[in-house]
């Protein structure tokens, strides 16, 4: 019981917290606390996803539609030359490439509430014999992870663009999957 208090503290602070960047050192100032105590709050990922799959069945069970949400974001690495799992990614706010971790999210809402589900990193292009095809099944994981947690659901997908290719759209008719 105590790893979820932990886990729902450091989940709260984050929301609540609105002091720019959002670090452990600012939460902790938040609740008059210090960034170590903060950051020994953070439990292995996957313990928290874990927890959050559960906190996702009791706050959706009385739901019959749910959505799936799909999303990726770059973790900017700018000086990195040699940090193992970073690749050249395309910024689309400042339009050029740099180094970074590429963080793709799984999450599931019912409009009001959104809990995530998973999460992968995704590696450079350079890295798959098939990029496309790496990108199709990871949305296809996340889409299968959240129709396990909750069968008897009807889900919409929603999909950041880059994730909306032919394939994927064929792959959602012939499953009945929304998008």
């Known amino acids: 019981m105590i790893i979820i208090n932990n886990i729902a503290i450091y989940s709260l602070l984050t929301i609540l917290v609105d002091a720019g960047k959002r670090s452990c050192e600012n939460m902790g100032r938040f609740i008059g606390k210090s960034g170590d105590t903060i950051a020994r709050l953070l439990r292995p990922g996957l313990e928290n996803l874990n927890a959050s ?3 996702a069945k009791q706050i959706f069970n009385d739901k019959n539609e749910l959505i ?3 999303d990726e974001t770059t973790i900017k690495k700018i000086y990195s030359k040699l940090m193992e799992g970073t690749s050249w990614f395309f910024d689309t706010k400042i339009g050029r490439c740099l180094p970074a971790y590429k963080l793709i999210v799984g999450a599931i809402s019912d409009g009001k509430f959104t ?16 990029p ?3 990108q199709e099944y990871t949305v296809q994981f996340f889409i299968k992870m959240a129709k396990q947690l909750f069968p008897l659901k009807k889900f919409i ?7 909306a290719t032919v394939k ?5 008719l012939e499953n009945n999957i929304a998008t």
Do not use: C, H, R
Request: aromatic fraction near 16%.
């Open 53 to 55: 799959k559960k906190i």
């Open 68 to 70: 799936v949400l799909i």
């Open 115 to 130: 809990i995530p589900i998973n999460a992968a990193f995704n590696l450079g292009k350079e890295f798959y014999s098939k």
């Open 132 to 134: 496309g095809e790496a």
């Open 157 to 163: 997908a929603v999909l950041d663009g880059a994730f």
């Open 168 to 172: 994927y759209l064929q792959w959602a």
